[in-house]
T-cell receptor, first 114, second 110 residues
Framework: NAGVTQTPKFRILKIGQSMTLQCTQD?????MYWYRQDPGMGLKLIYY???????DKGEVPNGYNVSRSTTEDFPLRLELAAPSQTSVYFC?????????????FGEGSWLTVV | DAKTTQPNSMESNEEEPVHLPCNHS???????IHWYRQLPSQGPEYVIH???SNVNNRMASLAIAEDRKSSTLILHRATLRDAAVYYC???????????FGEGTQLTVNP
């Protein structure tokens, strides 16, 4: 099991560019999440998905889009990158039928917008 | 999601026990109490969880108050590798959203 895999690990974007952060998990988890973490701060939920074809907004969705066409993949799209989107992005997943609902995180993607 | 309250920071000496508190006065009967920690430059990792009874695993112990309005994560002998931000989270059995607070930054002194 690779767990939750995020790519790329590091990326520098210019203002106005777009990009997609990839996230895939091989644990057959139905719940998946995207968080961002600014320096010295806690994690803020951007979007989440409870299954293929179903997504919903979290606390800070503006400037981002997601899709969930398969159980395994949950890409995060940044349109028209802005300096305020400079952050570390974490993808996570969990299994809803696991009564204790343990969450597994990826290693993070460091994004700088200049 | 029900909210949790943790101290911003705590300090400990190496090889001494550490008690990290968490208040969750609005917890509901079906909420599990989860603890995660985040080492520098890494994603959060699972530490321990419980519902009503105290729990032990190889990483830590979790002490849950009888009224479940508070809990304490116990690291029995802190090491320098335990320096991290510790998050206390309430998890509904059927919950989908997951909200993190600011956590407690634990510093371990040699």
């Amino acid at each position: 099991n690779a767990g939750v895999t995020q790519t790329p690990k590091f990326r520098i974007l210019k203002i106005g560019q777009s990009m997609t952060l990839q996230c895939t998990q091989d644990m057959n988890h139905n719940y998946m999440y995207w968080y961002r973490q600014d320096p010295g701060m806690g994690l803020k939920l951007i979007y989440y998905s409870v299954g293929a074809g179903i997504t919903d907004k979290g606390e800070v969705p503006n400037g981002y889009n997601v899709s969930r066409s398969t159980t395994e993949d949950f890409p995060l799209r940044l349109e028209l990158a802005a300096p305020s989107q400079t952050s570390v992005y974490f993808c996570a997943s969990s299994y809803s039928r696991d009564r204790e609902n343990t969450i597994y995180f990826g290693e993070g993607s460091w994004l700088t917008v200049v | 999601d029900a909210k949790t309250t943790q101290p911003n920071s705590m300090e400990s000496n190496e090889e001494e026990p550490v008690h990290l508190p968490c208040n969750h006065s609005t917890i509901s009967g079906t909420d599990y109490i989860h603890w995660y920690r985040q080492l520098p430059s890494q994603g959060p990792e699972y530490v321990i969880h419980g519902l009503t009874s105290n729990v032990n695993n190889r990483m830590a112990s979790l002490a849950i108050a009888e009224d479940r309005k508070s809990s304490t994560l116990i690291l029995h002998r802190a090491t320098l590798r335990d320096a991290a931000v510790y998050y206390c989270i309430l998890r509904e059995t059927s919950g989908s959203r997951l909200t993190f607070g600011e956590g407690t930054q634990l510093t371990v002194n040699p």
